[in-house]
């Protein structure tokens, strides 16, 4: 019913930046927080970054002040600027979101993960 596609990943050295989209698509009425996860090899997912519904940002220590999140509400969008790239942000990076549907209440959904691989 309800769909989260990420887009964005590739290969980067360090310093450098990628820019993460996720689009929400589906019979969707209202979304609420929206999040940013991250998962290397070896390693449990954790946290990056959320945005409210009304645009309050919280990051992870290990990323604030490098990763920006932001949202287009218009296109059930939410992004993830990333700039000085390190090393150890090498993940597959998985968004997430509060939604509440035309059909069913708030509920999480995950997207599908895409893959950010920063070269020392």
């Known amino acids: 019913q309800v769909q989260l596609v990420e887009s964005g990943g590739g290969l980067v050295q360090a310093g450098g930046s990628l820019r993460l989209s996720c689009a929400a698509s589906g019979r969707i009425l209202r979304i609420n927080a929206m999040n940013w996860y991250r998962q290397a090899p070896g390693k449990l997912r954790e946290w990056v970054a959320r945005?409210?519904?009304?645009?309050?940002?919280n990051y992870a220590d290990s990323v604030k002040g490098r990763f920006t999140i932001s949202r287009d509400n218009a296109k059930n969008t939410v992004y993830l600027q990333m700039n000085s790239l390190k090393p150890e942000d090498t993940a597959v990076y998985y968004c997430?979101?509060?939604?509440?549907?035309?059909?069913?209440?708030?509920?999480?959904?995950w997207g599908q993960g895409t893959q950010v691989t920063v070269s020392s």
């Open positions: 997430n979101a509060d939604i509440t549907t035309w059909s069913s209440p708030r509920n999480e959904y």
């Open positions: 945005i409210s519904s009304g645009g309050s940002t």
